[in-house]
Each structure stands twice: as structure tokens, then as C-alpha cells.
């Protein structure tokens, strides 16, 4: 009897040769953007997102076209800080139009598929059980389209604000052969850092990834009576010395930063001359830095 | 998946898929030698698992709508985002060859079973008024959670009592 491989293909179906479109998809979207990030972070709540937006604000600032992916699936927050949360998506032939920001930033992101504000992310499915159990692929069909059929056009730089941990950059990876590289966000915490390697260590050692570097975010306090700098955390220059790699940029704690986050006006258009701006513009120097040392 | 007539040591070739119940599907291979037929059945879940991938059984739809899957799935997502699914099924049935309409056939499976069957069971008045007040978009999951409770322990007649008992089961607040 013959064996699997003498058959010549899967009785018409060509599974292998629709996984193949789909990636396929993904890439030619992706020809005309020079540098894809991702960001990414240990834990949840160190400032990802808070990070990334202001960062594609920087870049914006300074002239550069710019996108953003919310790759965190079941807690976007994106469209939210970058003021494009009421946008409505329109849907082409040749893709989709993201929302753009009032600098002409693009950004998808979930938030703008969802019906209702407290609408979690429900996926149809035949049994409760079905749904939970493709949540994970639903996912990463979700990314896979956010990346792949949004209308980009040429851009700089693409950033994706990942969900927290590790596990959703191996997807990411493999839907994005070409990824130029992670930026790692972390607080001065023991507890943070802890978590953050093991980010890391997958990054670099599992998936090999470029580490574009790192950023330290409430790195410090500004006193608003005296001006002087406090640390928030305990460790201060932990770092420096958990990492081998470049640090990026310190972002102090300032609570401006985070009602900016509220209001949809990210902080560095907002508030351009602050110490947390400068932080800010700091690290966007350093990795545009990271991409000129490469070519 | 591949098929082979070990008679005529040839491999099948995808012919027809039947109209689905209950979420399964059911897809007819032939030899085109000896034109033996067989059905191939799946599951809600292995229709589930095509589905989730983006994947079509008989071939590839050419005429792929943007973010076609994140649109049709995602039950709590915005009414203006659902496709425009019938005319990517005209589209799939003039096509040539391998094309099928399956994807219209496994979205079907799915539209009748977002309406869970009922096999049976009613829902008095005020059971009904008490799901009205679940938010929109967990209601048909806690519907489908609180029906399979129902058949589970015997009871024909889902009131306030079966509801009661049914919430222990499952997070959903009604
Ligand atoms: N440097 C900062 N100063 C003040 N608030 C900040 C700072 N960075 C982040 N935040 C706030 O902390 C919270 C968590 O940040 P967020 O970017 O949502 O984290 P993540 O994306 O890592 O989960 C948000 O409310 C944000 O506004
Ligand atoms: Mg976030």
C-alpha cells in the first residue's frame, strides 16, 4: 500500500499551501517597513504600553512614519492612550484601515473591534470548553491578521505592544521572520528583574531575537517641591548589572505620564520639556542608535 | 490529510461536503478511478480547530476578506465588522477545480449552532427575563452553559431554580 508521501497532496484541500498564504501575506505587508519592534516585559503593569506609545509619539515627533500593533489581545490599552479609541475601522479590498493618531501615527488594535466598552474578547465556538481551548490560536490568528492586513504603507518603524511574559513573542517571531528585535521594559524591582530574564533568556537564547536593549521605567521620582530625585523601588542600579545589555533609557515615575495615558495625549507631545520626555527621547536616540550601528 | 483507495492504490479526490448538523461537518472523498466513495466526518471540535486556524477543507478561498477570521469569530465584536460573507461564498462557488463552498458550509454550522439547539427544553417567562439581564455579549454563553446544565441533570424546563442551581457551575453573574 502506498505511504503518506507517495500521495501527491491532501485530496485537494492544500492546507500546507494556506498556511503558506497566510504567512505569505503577512511578509509582503511587511516589505515596505524598515524596523519592527516588539516590546516586551516580564511582568504586567511595568509600563509597556505606556512606553510604546510614547516612544511611536517620539519617533512621530521627529518626522518618522510610524505604526502600532496591540498585540495584547485581551487587554489592549493602545488606542486608549493614543486617543484613537472612538475610530472606526474601515475594511477594503486591500486591507484594513488602521486609526490614525493626530500626529499620523496608525494603530490597531482590538479595542477598536470590540463592541462595548466592557466587552471582553469572546470567541465563537460550538461549546464553552471549544472556545477556551482555541483561545491561544484565535489569538495568534488575531495577531497574524492585525500585522498582515492592516494597510501599513512604507514605514520607519512598526512597534508591537505585546502582552506580558514571553509566550506570545515565540508567535510573533514566527509570524515575523524578519523581527528586527525586542526592547525590554522593566521596573527596578527584584521581583521584576526576576521575571524580566527569564523573558530575556527566551528572547535571546530560545528564539534569537536581536535585544534591542532595555528600558527602565519609574526608575525614580522627581520631588515637585525640592526637584530632587528619588528612587521608587529599592534597587537602583540593578539594571546595569542583572543586564548585559545597552540600557536604553530611565523614565522616571511622574504622574502626569499616567494621566496623559488617561487622557489619549501621550505625555512627550504633551509635556515635550519633562524630565520623563527627555527619558523618553533618550531612548528613542538610542535605538535608532542600535539600527545605525547595524547598517 | 490524504485518502487513498488501497483497491485501485490512487489517491481520493474531495467531492462534496453535506449539510452540517450540530456543529459537525461532513466532507465526501471519491477515487477517481473507481469512483468509491466515502464520508469523512468532524466534529464540532475538529470543525473548531479549522475554523480557529483559518483553514478551508476543499481549498483555498481566493477572494479572502481583511481580517476575515478575527471578524467572523469574535462573538463581542463591533455589528459594522462582521464580513460580507455571502459574497465571499458566491465567489468560492464559480470557482474552478478544488474550490468548495465550505467555507459557507462551516460558517453555516456555526450560525445554527450559535442558536444552541434546544433538544427539548423550554425556558419559563421569568428564566428568560433573568438571561435578558446578562450583558449582551456573555449572554448566548451562559445560555449554552445553563442548557447543558439543564439536559445534564434530566430537567425538560429551565426556571429560576434550574438557573440557581446552574450558576455554581460557571462564572457568568445572572
Ligand atoms: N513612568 C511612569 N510614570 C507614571 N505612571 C506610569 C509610568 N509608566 C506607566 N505608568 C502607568 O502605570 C500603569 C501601567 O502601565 P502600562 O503601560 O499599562 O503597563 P503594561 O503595558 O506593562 O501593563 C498605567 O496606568 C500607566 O499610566
Ligand atoms: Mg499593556
Redesign the interface.
Known amino acids: ?2 505511504s ?1 508521501k507517495e ?9 500546507v ?3 503558506t ?2 504567512a505569505k501575506r503577512v511578509n509582503q505587508r511587511l516589505s515596505s517597513v524598515k524596523h519592527t519592534i516588539a516590546v516586551m516585559s516580564g511582568k504586567g503593569g511595568v509600563g509597556k504600553s505606556a512606553v510604546t506609545s510614547n516612544v511611536a509619539t517620539a519617533l512621530a515627533l521627529q518626522g518618522f512614519s510610524v505604526g502600532v500593533v496591540d498585540a495584547d489581545i485581551n487587554g489592549p490599552t493602545i488606542a486608549k492612550m493614543m486617543g484613537v479609541r472612538k475610530s ?2 474601515e ?6 484601515k488602521p486609526a490614525i493618531t493626530s500626529l499620523g501615527i496608525k494603530v490597531i488594535s482590538m479595542d477598536l ?4 466598552d ?11 470548553k ?2 477556551f ?2 483561545r491561544s ?2 489569538e495568534v ?2 495577531l497574524r ?2 500585522i498582515g ?1 492592516t494597510e501599513w504603507e512604507e514605514l520607519d518603524y512598526l512597534l508591537l505592544d505585546l502582552p506580558p511574559g514571553s509566550e506570545r513573542l515565540a508567535n510573533v517571531v514566527e509570524l515575523i521572520p524578519s523581527l528586527s528585535g525586542v526592547v525590554v521594559v522593566t521596573i527596578p524591582s527584584d521581583v521584576s528583574q526576576l521575571i524580566v530574564k527569564k523573558s530575556v533568556t527566551m528572547a535571546r537564547d530560545v528564539l534569537n531575537v536581536p535585544i534591542i536593549g532595555v528600558v527602565e521605567n519609574m526608575s525614580y521620582y522627581v520631588c515637585h517641591h525640592c526637584g530632587e530625585s528619588e528612587p521608587l523601588f529599592s534597587n537602583d542600579d540593578a539594571v546595569e548589572s542583572a543586564f548585559q545589555f545597552t540600557l536604553l533609557g530611565k523614565i522616571p515615575f511622574d504622574p502626569k505620564l499616567s494621566q496623559c495615558n488617561d487622557s489619549g495625549v501621550p505625555y512627550i507631545q504633551q509635556h515635550p520639556n519633562n524630565q520623563a520626555s527627555e527619558a523618553i527621547v533618550a531612548t528613542v536616540e538610542n535605538i535608532k542608535k542600535y539600527f545605525n550601528a547595524l547598517s | 490529510m490524504k485518502f487513498l483507495c488501497i483497491e485501485c492504490e490512487t489517491a481520493m479526490k474531495f467531492k462534496d461536503v453535506t449539510r452540517p448538523e450540530q456543529g459537525s461537518v461532513t466532507a465526501v472523498f471519491e477515487c477517481p478511478d473507481c469512483f468509491t466513495e466515502i464520508a469523512m466526518f468532524l466534529n464540532p471540535s475538529e470543525t473548531q480547530m479549522l475554523k480557529s486556524l483559518d483553514l478551508k477543507l476543499g481549498g483555498t478561498n481566493e477572494t479572502a476578506q481583511p481580517m476575515q477570521m478575527v471578524r467572523s469569530q469574535l462573538q463581542t465584536g463591533k455589528e459594522d465588522s462582521v464580513p460580507n460573507i455571502t459574497s465571499q461564498i458566491e465567489g468560492s462557488e464559480t470557482a474552478e477545480g478544488g474550490k468548495c463552498p465550505f467555507t459557507s458550509v462551516i460558517s453555516e454550522a456555526y450560525e445554527e449552532e450559535s442558536e444552541p439547539e434546544t433538544d427539548g427544553l423550554s425556558w419559563t417567562q421569568d428564566a428568560l427575563e433573568r438571561l435578558e439581564r446578562i450583558p449582551s455579549f456573555v449572554r448566548p454563553m451562559a445560555k449554552m452553559g445553563i442548557e447543558s446544565y439543564a439536559k445534564d441533570n434530566g430537567h425538560t424546563e429551565i426556571n429560576a431554580e434550574v438557573m440557581d442551581q446552574a450558576r455554581g457551575n460557571f462564572p457568568a453573574q445572572f
Request: hydrophobic residues 40%.
Open positions: 500500500m502506498k503518506y500521495l501527491p497532496d491532501d485530496a485537494g484541500s492544500n492546507i499551501g494556506q498556511v498564504a497566510q472606526k475601522l475594511y477594503t479590498s486591500a486591507g484594513v473591534l470590540l463592541s462595548e466592557d466587552a471582553p474578547v469572546l470567541w465563537n465556538a460550538h461549546s464553552q471549544d472556545a481551548t482555541w490560536t484565535m490568528g488575531a491578521e492585525f492586513d
